[in-house]
């Protein structure tokens, strides 16, 4: 079998920052470099850093169909990969690549291109750079409708119902996944939601969208975190509200990892 990342096994133990358990507690987000925060959606720096250094190896090629403010992007660049981002937001996408060339490395190739990750023409865009398939995708979706990222009918956040997420969403994997080389690694990162008094549990509906096309499911992790831009400062008035009611607060989200082997 091919190797699959650039990990030296005869040197395991130095990789002590690298995680390998299934529950991820990271205290606060990378804002090293052009790193920030305020792209309301973005996910902390250290899940697609995480990923990338146990999946891919540089110069692989790594792709995100919902690459937002550039994290992923940004990550890739830093670690010697190549990367393609499709993003549906004009502005979002230009003000990510003013990003991306201040820290630019030589040593990787990339873009972003604008438009609809359902129907997004990926395959035109990597034969432009002399590339058939890539090594890695990750997905970074709107949690359905709990943050409106835009006005836009085609905007994911704009689904009226989870029977519309999901079927969106899975002609968003159908596009990309492919494009993704046999025996290489995709991972969503994904949490749940609370609406009408009950959870949709969001989560396990994505599980499913991947898992019914035949991908293998290789890890199920859990990451924490504490403290979002809406409930900013309200840690006292959400723990009142759980405990006056029937919930519990969301304090984790998920990232699935999977294998295409078909």
């Known amino acids: 079998m091919a190797k699959y990342n650039d990990l030296d096994m005869e040197n395991w133990k130095e990789y002590d920052d690298i995680l390998t358990d299934s529950l991820w507690i990271i205290d606060k987000r990378d804002s090293s470099g052009v790193h920030n925060a305020s792209y309301h959606g973005n996910f902390v720096p250290q899940i697609p850093n995480q990923l990338f250094r146990r999946y ?153 969208l991947f898992m019914m096309r035949g991908l293998k499911l290789k890890a199920i992790l859990v990451k924490n975190f504490e403290e979002t831009k809406g409930k900013a400062n309200q840690k006292a008035i959400w723990r009142y509200r759980a405990l006056a009611s029937d919930f519990y607060l969301f304090k984790h989200e998920y990232i699935f990892v999977f294998k295409k082997v078909k």
């Open 56 to 208: 891919t190896k540089k110069g692989d090629w790594i792709l995100d169909p919902f690459s937002g403010g550039g994290t992923s992007l940004i990550e890739a660049q830093r670690l010697g990969r190549n990367a393609i981002g499709v993003e549906l937001q004009e502005e979002v996408a230009r003000a990510s690549v003013e990003l991306l060339k201040q820290e630019k490395n030589p040593d990787t190739r990339g873009t972003i291109l604008i438009g609809d990750s359902r129907t997004a023409d990926i395959g035109e865009k990597l034969q432009a750079f002399g590339v058939n398939k890539v090594q890695f995708v990750i997905f970074h979706p709107p949690y359905w409708d709990i943050i409106k990222f835009s006005e836009n009918e085609q905007d994911l956040s704009n689904c009226a119902t989870i029977n519309e997420f999901n079927e969106s969403f899975g002609q968003v994997i159908d596009n990309t996944l492919q494009h993704l080389e046999k025996n290489r690694y995709c991972a969503c990162v994904i949490g749940d939601k609370y609406a009408n008094s009950e959870i949709v549990p969001l989560g396990f509906y994505c599980l499913n």
